[in-house]
């Protein structure tokens, strides 16, 4: 009778553990209820706070940069520094450090230095002299430096033309033809997803790895361009910010004497 005793006991104990764990698996969590689609407007308010200009602020930024296109292909590390405003400075090292070219953008010329032909190049736009040089890209090294420090939105037009809200909650926001930038895919944050346009060619440029610096606001530290012949990626490793204008000669590029300058064409 004992033992018959003790195995309705342990018997009984299970019936009641089986029916606790039968609730709290009735008791669990129901299927998730989507957030409803972002508002566009209060989207782009976002962003435009997120990435408003920061009154030209100066700054220094150090960056990987591997390049593939239909001919060439190469890895090099990139500094880039001055303001948003010109003129602006760019040196190109290749993978041992060994200087490649020099850039200065100016308001009136970009002037591309290649030490080891010991020539200079000449052009209209940063974007002209770097697709001559073997290097396409779609937007203006003054419009880059604006994405790349944050400040996007000074690069864009004030307002969008359309806007759709997505259910994964991205928004997507149209611009007017005419500009480099034709769309961009933004998060509920605020915070740049993609951008894209059609000219001079089609083109994507997909923006990742967002850091905070100094309490500022976060910035995007991997950039992935693609186009129909070639694709970058562009990795920030260093991003300063300064108090005080960069003095006039650490824009400035002295060549050596006797450098010849070579206009490059279209």
Excluded at 99 to 112: G, K, P, Y
């Amino acid at each position: 009778m004992i033992r018959k005793h003790s195995r309705l006991k342990w018997r009984a104990l299970g019936l009641v553990l089986l029916a606790a764990f039968l609730q709290a698996c009735a008791a669990g969590p129901g299927p998730r209820i989507p957030l409803p689609a972002p508002d566009p407007e209060q989207v782009w308010s976002r962003f435009k706070d997120m990435h408003a200009s920061r009154e030209k602020a100066p700054f220094w930024l150090k960056a990987s940069l591997n390049y593939s296109g239909p001919k060439t292909g190469q890895r090099s590390t990139l500094e880039l520094w001055g303001s948003p405003g010109l003129p602006l400075r760019m040196d190109l090292k290749a993978g041992l450090g060994i200087t490649v070219s020099m850039l200065r953008i100016a308001e009136d010329e970009v002037l591309a230095y290649y030490p080891r032909r010991e020539t200079a190049y000449t052009a209209r736009s940063s974007r002209q002299a770097l697709k001559a040089l073997a290097f396409a890209c779609p937007l203006g090294l003054q419009d880059l430096a604006l994405i790349l420090t944050g400040q996007a939105a000074a690069a864009l037009p004030p307002s969008y033309a359309q806007a759709e809200a997505g259910a994964d909650g991205g928004t997507t926001f149209g611009f007017a033809a005419s500009g480099p930038v034709q769309s961009m895919r933004v998060d509920r944050q605020g915070r740049i997803i993609s951008m894209s346009g059609q000219r001079p060619y089609p083109w994507t440029l997909q923006v990742d790895d967002y850091e905070q610096i100094n309490g500022r606001p976060a910035t995007a530290h991997s950039y992935r361009l693609k186009t129909d012949t070639h694709t970058a990626l562009l990795r920030i490793k260093e991003l300063r910010f300064r108090s005080f204008p960069w003095p006039e000669n650490a824009l400035s590029l002295p060549l050596p004497e006797g450098t010849p300058r070579v206009p490059l064409g279209e």
